[in-house]
């Protein structure tokens, strides 16, 4: 479809077409074309937008390097300077025209006193101005006008230059050249300068600092033309034995005001320009190490987010030694951090299923074998089989449950001072009444047992570990409990120490009793009765760890030996770190 044919029927250039049955052959004839810009229109829609950190960025550094120097118009004591040179310049000029024609070019004529001769002192005007450039008026001391050298120089045939308009005709670049020379040449303040008139035939009275210089006083004037620019003029009283015989006034335009003013403003440019390009390239390269590896962080977490593997791979700032570096790999600890917890709940699901299945299962064998017996010996087994695998059942959803709630009471609950010494002695008291054993405390006297955790699962980690001593220690046994705070290097550290005098602990165990659903315990107790199957679920160690590692603190357990090698029982030993 051609431009005019679009044109013709309502379609903007650039807007898609209508489908139409030559769209669709041309569709037919390459369709390898057509799929391509169906990819990458594809991709242009599911692109992240562009950040606008680097557009705050550079706006920010070029406003501080525009607002000083968008001033540079407004150089007003600058111009001042210039144009009070200028009238000092006039003055100096007229007071040595004026002293020239008082001495030279007065007349004594009898009867009316002294006048000036207007040919003798036209002809000494014209000499004494005709290097300067300036414009001279010499008025009489009625006010009449005298001689003007800008006529003077009409009569002697001198060429007068004026500037002729543009062509006709708009032409982009010669309208931008003639703006930026117009501000260039811009002077400020013009606007509050009266209007330059010049009335025929001139008057003393139509220049204020004609009348003033009449009256023996210098006067100066600054008005604005026109057409444009400033007109500078000097009145000087010409005297004659400190008779004033007339008055002289000098005059110029101001093209010498406009060419400093254009100079200063064009090395401000200059410089403008250069510290211009300066900012950008130092914006642009402050953008390159802030809003480009943020760029990159965002997409990959983008991918992390909408992906469904873990292959997402995040940039490496390795090198860098600064808040970029630090959030990225704080964003890489984060999100293994988080396939490590979708890990462990995969984990704990795949757990839970397995310990549920076990008694699922010997309670669906109980259940079909119990409608086949008629033995009311054997059906009576068997009910007590189904009722321990339903008590197991429950005790195992319980503890999976309480397991499943700690994370978010961990992350939920803000943690507190907790004495640990009020939280032992509570238990213990408890411990004993319920359990009958001989449990023994021993705390520090006047020692700060203070430690930043939650008081109500600490009660629980403590109640665990003496549950879990109490079923090891053999009739009689004792369980001591001890409290201490030792000073380390990096801080003061609380330990809290439970022994028993049970058998010990396998070393090949010592750390996978803290697993999930872990339980390694003999066929016959301490006591000499055999415990049932499935009596512990195993969880109450792990839960205990977690709340203890969710404190600062850590929980491990060692056996305690005798003198001759020997093992006397178990140790479990909690630490936490001190509050100061």
Known sequence: MTLDARIGNGIAPGSPAVNSGDDADEDEEHPVRFRRARVVRAWLLRRRPSTSLTRRILAINLLVLAVPVGGFFFLDQYQESLIDAEIEALRVQGEVFAGAIGAGAVLVAPGIGQQID????????????????????????????????????????LVRVRTLPPPKGFAPWVW????????????????????????????????????????????????????????????????????????????RGSAKVERAMRAIRIDILQVFGVALAVTILLSVYLAATIARPLRRLAT????????????????????????????????RAMTEALWQRMDAIERFAADVAHEIKNPLTSLRSAVETVARVEDPEQQKKLMSIIIDDVARLDRLISDISDASRLDAELSRDPPAMVDLRYVLSALVDIQKTSSGTDI????????????????????????????????????????????????????????????????????????????????????????????????????????????????????????????GGGISGARFVVEFPAVD
């Open 300 to 331: 990959a977490t983008q991918r992390v987010r909408t992906g469904t593997g873990r292959q997402a791979a995040f940039p490496e700032f390795a090198n860098r030694r600064d808040e970029i570096g630090d959030l990225g790999r704080d964003v």
């Open 440 to 563: 023994l405390l021993e705390v520090e006297p006047g020692v700060d047992l203070t430690v930043c955790a939650f008081e109500d699962r600490l009660g629980q980690v403590f109640r665990n570990i003496i549950t879990n001593a109490q079923s090891f220690s053999p009739p009689g046994g004792k369980i001591i409990v001890s409290a201490s705070r030792r000073k380390l290097r990096d801080g003061d550290t609380i330990t809290v120490t439970v022994d028993d005098q049970g058998p010990g602990i396998p070393e090949a165990n010592l750390e996978s009793i803290f697993r999930r659903f872990y339980s390694d315990r003999p066929d016959i107790g301490p006591d000499g009765v055999s415990e049932k199957f499935g009596t512990h679920s195993g969880l109450g160690l792990s839960i205990s760890r977690q709340i203890v590692e969710a404190a600062g603190g850590r929980i491990r357990a060692k056996n305690r030996h005798l003198p």
């Open 118 to 157: 207007p040919v003798r002192a036209s002809l000494m005007l014209r000499r004494l101005t005709e290097p300067t450039q300036n414009r001279a008026r010499m008025f009489s001391s009625d006010g009449f006008l005298i001689t003007d050298t800008q006529a003077l120089a009409s009569a002697r045939g």
């Open 176 to 251: 931008a050249r003639s703006r930026f020379d117009a501000l260039l040449d811009w002077l400020p303040g013009q606007s509050e300068l009266p209007v330059y008139l010049e009335r025929r035939p001139q008057r003393a009275n139509d220049y204020r600092e004609v009348t003033v210089a009449l009256a023996g006083i210098q006067g100066a004037a600054v008005r604005r033309h026109e057409s444009g620019g400033m007109v500078i003029s000097v009145s000087v009283p010409i005297q004659r034995y400190r008779q004033v015989v007339g008055a002289l006034m000098l005059s």
